[in-house]
């Protein structure tokens, strides 16, 4: 459980941040090379303003409570060679989703979850040129993200033992279980699909790049703010569907997960102020705003998960 923790969460921002720094340096080359000569006045940058004591007693907070939750018994069953009883389940559309697990979907899930989570370091390295110093890059792409992710990931790990619940796997006979180690009845994991992890870093993800972009780039028009809560949105929507095709999450998992991650994503950032490069507070972004990079970010994630439908 510790290393898919620490795969999912930790090696994930480490091992991407010299190809985002590379894919930033690449996107932005070919964005100023194709913009220079009728760009004459690019779109002002904010930068958000770190309080050092509240920021290390969140991300300190945080990874106790991923600590705690890791340590905190878990109830686990004996699961019969015919599976759980489905007719325990309590909600019919999660009943409903039991039944022919895909491991392709499995896997994919997790490359998934890997896209969506690149996707807000590269934007913020791709939109913030002319910064010097590791400090100030470092900020957006992952002081502030990385705050998100944690406090996604802790919440999800002090509320699986808490809700106790088996995974839809649990509940096939032996036969139809892959043999993967990911649908072994007898480990820790096999109980704590409430909520969904890859849920909540994906949404997590997601929003801040949604609400990140809102606050740093405040002139940057509808277009750009519809687009990226969209598609961060939309491969979030995709990662969470796939998590029930693989008989990993129930629906429910999902859905709840998706809010807690949307919460973390958009609240990080709207407790630091940002600040533009001649030191003025940026405006706050006007309900129009808000409203249509939500509704952005709603369309993404439900055109995410319709097509992981159809394709898995």
Known sequence: MLPKLISRVFLTGALLLVPADFAAAQVQA??????????????????????????????AGSLAGIAIGLELPVTRQSVPAQGLDPSTIGWAIDRDVVGHPSTSADKAGDAFLLATVLGPSVL?????????GFGE????????????????????????????????????PASERPGDA???VTTRDAFVSMPSGHSALGFAAAAYAATDNLLARPGAG??????????????????????????????????????????????????????????RHAPHPGGHAWLMSAGGYVVGAAVGAGLSSLVY
């Open 124 to 132: 913020a390295l791709a939109t913030q040129p002319g910064l010097h």
């Open 222 to 279: 509808t277009a750009e703010h519809v687009a990226v809560a969209s598609v961060g949105a939309l491969l979030a929507g995709f990662t969470g569907s796939l998590r029930v095709r693989a008989d990993q999450h129930f629906p429910t998992d999902v859905m709840v997960g998706s809010l807690i991650g949307t919460a973390s994503g958009v609240s990080v950032p709207m407790l630091h102020r940002y600040l533009l490069p001649d030191g």
């Open 182 to 184: 990911g649908y072994d």
């Open 30 to 59: 070919s964005i100023s090379a194709f913009a220079a000569p009728v760009d004459q006045n690019p779109i002002p940058t904010a930068l958000p303003q770190l309080h050092g004591f509240f920021d290390a007693a969140l991300s």
């Open 137 to 172: 890059r470092v900020r957006r792409p992952v002081v502030l993200y990385g705050q998100s992710l944690l406090l996604a990931e802790a919440c999800v790990q002090l509320l699986k033992p808490a809700a106790d619940r088996a995974r839809p796997f649990t509940y096939l």
